[in-house]
């Protein structure tokens, strides 16, 4: 699903040059379940905005489903964004004067879906995460959880290949962070690509696979065998 | 563009901030009601002093003698300069750049009007059948003046509405005779000047006038109309060209105004308009340049809103939005502010203006003053079209600089967390 080799990426700050990725190497295959872990300054963040083709790359190639992803147009960038990736953020991201069910049809509305019909696979969306009777709140309305739900679902709408979430649970208290990480499990079991970056060893530990960044590199991969030790590791470290 | 989802999102943010909105709005509808004030104020001057000239053909032309002022060919000054039918002939025949003449002579002394018990003295206006249409005259019964009167030396008058409410009442005074001077004269006209300023006048041939009140061929002065021509300069050639064929007749300097005064309506209209035509320029620029400090207080608000809204542009272009449905987003609201507000501008603007004219006519049709320089001062249709488009055209302008910059949002800045 998705092939990174060689990534370079470095910022320019003026006359300083900050690089980021030096040479990263990364597979991920379709209907993976992983977190990309790292402390700050490691680059997790700079990678997931590669990998959700909001950001440039210098050097190296990546290709998201088979299709080289680079150099692409502002127009090109957004039309493969909104087909291929569904994205889940820490801040929930949902438009403060749309209701839930037009936050989540939002996806289908720059496919050009005609308004009824977006409007009734939202709510349908709406209604596998459990929220229909809040479509028509505003997320001014909505509690944490049931705003990440709501990100969620819009995520999905467009029934993307990978779903990248950017510490999906990072505003979230500890039991609404579990719900969540089950639903983006359930997705995952359902055939979709999961992809999250997180910094909590609880919520890493409920994936698949880790990958733990160092410096603009990947200092190693933990596979879903070893998660137990990871775990183990973690507590004594 | 004409998509629900696009309106909702416009109005809902406006929704937001009415107060901004309505600030915004408000400079765009100052700027377009001031444009249309001043364009009505404009018209309205303009077309009260069209009106000036509308008494008469804009062409017209007017001729009469006096005294030589200047020494000419030997000749001293001081004599005195009379046209003749011969000139009448001359100006028909050789008047290259005329249309139409009539030539005028004054009766002697008084002439007393009489029919049955009823008297008054009148103007009493000899003239060719043309004048009808050069001075506009206005015949509401009867007919004017013909060739067949001219060349007959019928003694028949064309009467004013004042002359006929002074001698016959409320009677029908077509066919009647009425006395000048013990010369019976035949009724076979009633005019009615709408200025009003020619109602106590009646005509009579020119040639009946000269046979009747001893003029032989002496004429007093001409009314001819010349060429309609564009340009004030070919107007004064038409004037000094006649100038030049009367002087050589009747020798005197072709530059003596005394010996012949000579006044070119033409001329004196390409001059007016002219005036006008720089008037109208300098209110065009004057309501385009508070126009553009509207669009400018719009541009302004504009950017501050892709500013406040940069995250939310983030989303959606994370969720696929293309760069072209941001700027039109931004360009529509753009355009939408200022259509609306400018033409809630246009339209109070223009009402103020039909209502100062609805005024105007109650005023005139209750008799007030028959010389107001100020009329139908309106806009016309094509000015208020044009107005519209110059809004849409300076929405899109004003929206174009935020468009773009709300365009160029990235995402991965406008979704940073704090």
New interface residues.
């Given amino acids: 699903m998705i092939q990174i080799s060689n990534l370079h990426k470095s910022y320019v700050m003026g006359n300083n040059s900050l690089h980021v990725l030096k040479g990263m190497d990364l597979q991920i295959e379709e209907g993976e379940f992983v977190s990309i872990m790292g402390s700050s300054g490691s680059g997790k963040s700079t990678l997931l905005?590669i990998l959700?083709i909001?950001?440039d790359y210098d050097q190296g190639t990546y290709y998201l489903g088979g299709k080289l992803i680079q150099g692409l147009n502002?127009?090109r960038a957004?039309?493969t964004?909104?087909?291929m990736i569904g994205?889940i953020?820490?801040?929930f991201?949902?438009?403060?004067?749309?209701n839930a069910a037009e936050n989540v049809a939002?996806?289908l509305?720059?496919?050009k879906v005609s308004?009824k019909k977006r409007n009734l696979i939202a709510l349908e969306y709406l209604d596998r995460l459990g929220l229909k009777e809040w479509a028509h709140h505003l997320p001014s309305e909505l509690s944490g959880g049931q705003k990440q739900r709501v990100a969620i679902a819009?995520a999905l709408i467009?029934q993307p290949k990978i779903i990248l979430a950017d510490e999906p649970t990072g505003a979230l208290d500890s039991t609404t962070s579990f719900e969540v990480m089950d639903i983006l499990k359930e997705i995952n079991d359902q055939g979709k690509t999961v992809i999250i970056v997180t910094h909590e060893h609880d919520i890493a530990a409920m994936t698949k696979k880790i990958i733990r960044l160092k410096d603009g590199v990947i200092e190693e991969v933990i596979k879903n065998g070893e998660l137990q030790l990871f775990k183990d590791r973690v507590r004594t470290e | 563009m004409f998509d629900v989802d696009v309106w909702q999102e416009i109005f809902s943010t406006i929704k937001k901030n009415k107060l901004r909105t309505f600030l915004t709005g408000f400079s765009v509808a100052w700027g377009i009601f001031m444009l249309m004030i001043l364009l009505g104020s404009g018209n309205g001057l303009q077309n009260g002093v069209t009106k000036q000239f509308e008494s008469n053909s804009i062409n017209i032309m007017w001729l009469w003698t006096g005294d030589t002022s200047m020494p000419f060919e030997g000749m001293k000054e001081g004599r005195t300069i009379k046209f003749n039918n011969a000139d009448y002939a001359f100006l028909k025949e050789k008047g290259e750049n005329l249309e139409n003449v009539s030539s005028r002579y004054y009766l002697p002394g008084t002439i007393m009007y009489t029919y049955k018990n009823e008297y008054g003295s009148f103007e009493t206006s000899s003239c060719h059948p043309a004048l009808l249409g050069m001075e506009k005259v206005n015949v509401i019964s009867g007919r004017f003046i013909n060739e067949l009167d001219m060349s007959d030396f019928r003694k028949v008058i064309v009467i004013g509405d004042n002359v006929k409410k002074a001698l016959f009442k409320d009677e029908d005074p077509i066919g009647k005779y009425v006395k000048l001077n013990n010369v019976p004269f035949k009724v076979i006209g009633l005019t009615l000047d709408k200025d009003r300023r020619n109602e106590r006048t009646a005509y009579i041939p020119v040639t009946t006038a000269q046979r009747i009140f001893n003029g032989a061929d002496r004429v007093h002065s001409f009314a001819v109309t010349t060429k309609m021509v564009k340009t004030e300069q070919e107007a004064e050639a038409i004037t000094d060209k006649v100038r030049e064929g009367l002087a050589m007749r009747h020798k005197f300097d072709p530059k003596d105004k005394k010996a012949m005064g000579s006044f070119n309506m033409l001329a004196q209209y390409i001059r007016t308009m002219k005036i006008f035509q720089a008037i109208k320029l300098f209110v065009w620029i004057i309501g385009i340049g508070t126009l553009i400090a509207g669009i400018v207080g719009v541009s302004n608000i504009m950017l501050i809103l892709v500013k406040e809204r940069t995250r939310e542009i983030g989303i959606r272009k994370a969720l696929g939005a293309t760069p072209g449905s941001v700027i039109g987003l931004v360009l529509l609201e753009s355009i939408l502010i200022t259509t609306v507000a400018g033409y809630m501008g246009l339209v109070i603007g223009v009402g103020i203006m039909e209502g100062i004219n609805y005024g105007l006519e109650q005023a005139l049709a209750a008799g007030g003053g028959d010389r107001i320089f100020f009329s139908n001062p309106t806009v016309d249709f094509t000015t208020a079209i044009t107005s519209m488009v110059i809004l849409v055209v300076s929405g899109a302008l004003a929206g174009y600089l935020p468009a773009r910059k709300a365009a160029n949002v990235k995402p991965i800045e406008a979704l940073r967390d704090e």
């Fill in positions: 905005n959700g909001l950001d502002e127009t957004a039309m964004r909104n087909e994205f953020f820490q801040s991201n949902l438009i403060s004067f749309k939002l996806p509305y720059y496919q308004r819009r467009s």
